[in-house]
């Protein structure tokens, strides 16, 4: 069997179009659009990629608001607690100056009441006496002069028959009194008054003070 090559030269009109017509460009781009519709994907591909995608931007910023409302719910609560101490120290100033104006008020108090009632020694020399025991040997009272008048005055005959002795010193003040025996000293000044009332309060002041 031979074979015969023919030449293009050779070739008739009508050959040339029919071997060209098998790689026609309506053919070519035929084959290419069902390539491109094959690589193209489909509506619940598209759909699950969709899906997939928002979850994981939900899941993201979920995390992300976590996050600043932790650091949030923390900076509130560090300024709360920071509140809660100016009100803790504000509530202490506010009671020592409550205190403190009391105290003045007591002391004006009691220094109103030795100058219009005079006699209260009598009540604080007897209260003195009556803790002492029964038997007292060199018993004796100081005070301020002016309170030993009052005191020899209303009670000078009645001490003097249980042994008492009145003795003064001007810088006591007046309104208190020292009381002393051969076995007991009690000091029944003021000043020694107002400062045990404050200890039990907590308060270290003097009277001066």
């Known amino acids: 069997m031979s074979s015969t090559i023919i030449h293009k030269e050779q070739m008739t009109a009508f050959e040339r179009w029919e071997l060209a017509s098998f790689n026609s460009p309506s053919e070519a781009n035929s084959q290419s659009e069902s390539k491109e519709k094959a690589s193209l994907p489909s ?4 759909e699950n990629i969709r899906t997939q995608a928002y979850q994981e931007a939900y899941q993201e910023g979920y995390a992300a608001g976590m996050q600043q409302a932790s650091n949030e719910a923390t900076t509130i609560n560090q300024l709360l607690q920071s509140l809660q101490e100016e009100l803790n ?7 020592k100056s409550l205190l403190d104006l009391s105290l003045e008020v007591a002391k004006k108090m009691v220094h109103e009441t030795i100058q219009v009632k005079p006699e209260v020694i009598l009540e604080i020399v007897s209260a003195a006496i009556s803790s002492l025991p029964l038997i007292n040997q060199n018993a004796h009272l100081i005070l301020h002069p002016d309170d030993a008048e009052i005191l020899r005055l209303h009670m000078g005959l009645q001490l003097s028959h249980a042994g008492w002795k009145i003795f003064t010193d001007a810088e ?4 208190g009194c020292r009381v002393e025996t051969s076995h007991t000293h009690i000091d029944a ?3 020694a008054r107002w400062k045990s009332i404050l200890r039990r309060m907590g308060q270290d002041k003097s009277w001066l003070a």
């Not at 509506?43 to 598209?46: C, K, P």
């Not at 120290?89 to 009671?95: C, K, P």
């Open 43 to 46: 509506v619940t591909e598209v």
């Open 172 to 175: 006591i003040l007046r309104g």
């Open 89 to 95: 120290h504000l509530d202490e100033d506010v009671s």
């Open 189 to 191: 000044t003021l000043e």
